[in-house]
């Protein structure tokens, strides 16, 4: 973990986002953050979710339009000549039951805000306030955007196949962050590739069934999935040379109905993570070829389907834009608080709403409460890191202590775009 580059020129923005900060109404931000995390909502149903985010930017003044590419949210604050800012928070939650034992943990059985995404929803909230109130000290656009479906992929294109850039103002560059373990008080960011590409793949193995008692008149799938799981991790330890990242995980296998039926067929879940193209594509061959070879060494009936699913671009800030930003937050912060922890395997679908290659930044604040932190196993940073809960855990409870920074951050990313006396 290194400390980030600077850039030049962040003091204004720095100066004037202590000034919108300085009476944050902390107390209310944490009582919609808690609010919203009693009632996560899966992706592409965050009605209830949106229906509040909307709520807060009509009350802070911007012209505000719900049901964009089906439960996103658009504010737009004109605010004289100047850059349009697009900021942006996603909105849905995840298909785990909590496990955190917080007073106003989930009220939705097996549905839960595991990633942070109700942290982003306030902090859009925060922010758009903040710069509303204090609008007579810059001039420019902002855009607040509340986008459904991040977790399918499906959110960004949605929301720009709904005309976000034909009837909202287009924006000159994409802000966006994203609540991350790690001990609560830094901000890191990566020049360059910061998220990798993530692709679902489903297998489905075509056996003969029959009855438990007599294997020797089917084609057992079980077995042959079996077979296929062990084969598939082979692929990246021995098809993907070893300075290339790559994972494949199997997150999901099905097949049967009773104990004593041999069913007809068995269906397999994959997730890739690449950061190259030509790896995935390596990777995507190679899953075809076994999937083929176990089902024709098994006798199949017929060849294995291999269909590919919801496909995430990798993450790539532009350079220049995210060294501006992690400047801004260095002057904010203190420079030993930005850090760049190089790119990370999770995925992101924000780099499909940079449409004719807008300029974005993308970076993380870290949100474990420092007595979790303190409790973890590990001896540094690393070992820590590893054992505190991570998104998508049942336990994933970020600080509150972070609503206000994570107000701070998106104010001060916005004024370093914006036209700033």
Not at 42 to 64: I, P, Q, Y
Not at 88 to 100: I, K, Y
């Amino acid at each position: 973990m290194t400390a980030a580059a600077s850039a030049p020129g962040p003091s204004p923005a720095a100066r004037l986002t202590r000034d919108l900060t300085a009476d944050l109404p902390v107390p209310a931000l944490e009582d919609f953050y808690q609010d919203l995390h009693r009632h996560p909502e899966l992706s592409l149903g965050e009605r209830r979710t949106a229906r509040k985010l909307a709520g807060r930017l009509r009350a802070a003044g911007f012209e505000t339009a719900e049901g964009v590419g089906g439960t996103g949210v658009v504010g737009v604050l004109r605010n004289g000549d100047g850059p349009t800012v697009l900021l942006r928070a996603d909105l849905d939650a995840l298909p785990v039951q909590e496990e955190t034992g917080l007073p106003y943990a989930s009220r939705h059985d097996g549905v839960m805000h595991a990633c942070g995404h109700d942290l982003h929803v306030t902090w859009l909230a925060g922010a758009a306030a903040a710069l509303a109130a204090g609008r007579e000290t810059w001039a420019g656009t902002v855009v607040a955007v509340g986008q459904p479906a991040e977790e399918n992929g499906q959110g960004a294109d949605r929301m720009v196949a709904d005309g976000l850039y034909e009837r909202f103002p287009r924006p000159d560059v994409l802000l966006g962050q994203h609540a991350a373990p790690g001990i609560a008080g830094l901000y890191p960011h990566v020049p360059g590739l910061v998220l990798s590409a993530a692709t679902d793949v489903d297998i489905v193995v075509h056996g003969r069934g029959g009855h438990g008692s007599r294997p020797e008149t089917t084609v057992d799938p079980v077995v042959t999935a079996a077979y296929l799981v062990t084969r598939l991790q082979t692929v990246v330890s021995r098809e993907i040379a070893a300075g290339e990242p790559a994972v494949l995980t199997v997150g999901r296998i099905e097949a049967g109905t009773r104990h004593n039926i041999i069913p007809s067929e068995a269906r397999i879940a994959l997730n890739l993570r690449t950061q190259s193209e030509e790896v995935r594509q390596r990777m995507l061959a190679a899953i075809r070829r076994i999937a083929d070879g176990e089902c024709r060494a098994a006798g199949c009936p017929r060849e294995p389907e291999v269909t590919l699913g919801d496909h995430f671009p990798a993450t790539v800030n532009d350079v220049d834009t995210d060294r501006l930003v992690a400047a801004v937050h260095g002057a904010v912060f203190g420079p030993t608080k930005v850090v760049d922890t190089g790119p990370a395997m999770g995925s992101e679908d924000f780099g499909r709403l940079a449409v004719g290659s807008i300029p974005y930044a993308y970076w993380f604040v870290t949100t474990t409460p420092a007595e979790v932190w303190a409790q973890a196993p590990g001896a540094d940073f690393a070992e820590k890191f590893q054992a505190v809960p991570s998104n998508h855990s049942p336990r994933f409870a970020p600080d509150l202590s972070t609503v206000a920074p994570g107000v701070q951050t998106l104010v001060s990313g916005a004024l370093a775009f914006l036209s700033v006396a």
